[in-house]
């Protein structure tokens, strides 16, 4: 009944951009932390960056600079903006919730939907 859904995922050169989109169902994003996460083949599940309920952003060294996360709570979403695309960001993105809510970028989190594809290349 509650869940997320990535979109926005596709394929693109070097130095090109996309816009991710997680939106939630079934429950409010408000007062959630949310996180984005990617997965590479044969690659450990890696944190990307996450935003907290209060707005409050943070990044992995490797996107900071190139990757900027968003809310937009009246429509129940987050974005994940991502300029600058190298062919080692090319993942299987998936955004989460923190769980409990309250928990925050650095606590508990649970995903839902089966992310979005980014593949970055030539």
């Known amino acids: 009944q509650v869940y997320l859904v990535e979109s926005g995922g596709g394929l693109v050169q070097p130095g090109g951009s996309l816009r991710l989109s997680c939106l939630a169902y079934?429950?409010?994003?408000?007062?959630?932390?949310i996180g984005w996460f990617r997965q590479a083949p044969g690659k450990e599940r890696e944190g990307v960056s996450c935003i907290s309920s209060e707005g409050v952003t943070t990044y992995a060294d490797s996107v900071k600079g190139r990757f900027t996360i968003s809310r937009d709570n009246a429509k129940n979403t987050v974005y994940l903006q991502m300029n600058s695309l190298k062919p080692e960001d090319t993942a299987v993105y998936s955004c989460?919730?923190?769980?409990?809510?309250?928990?925050?970028?650095?606590?508990?989190?649970?995903?839902w939907g089966q992310g979005t594809q980014v593949t970055v290349s030539s």
């Open positions: 079934g429950f409010r994003l408000d007062y959630h932390a």
């Open positions: 989460a919730a923190d769980r409990p809510p309250g928990a925050g970028c650095f606590g508990d989190f649970g995903s």
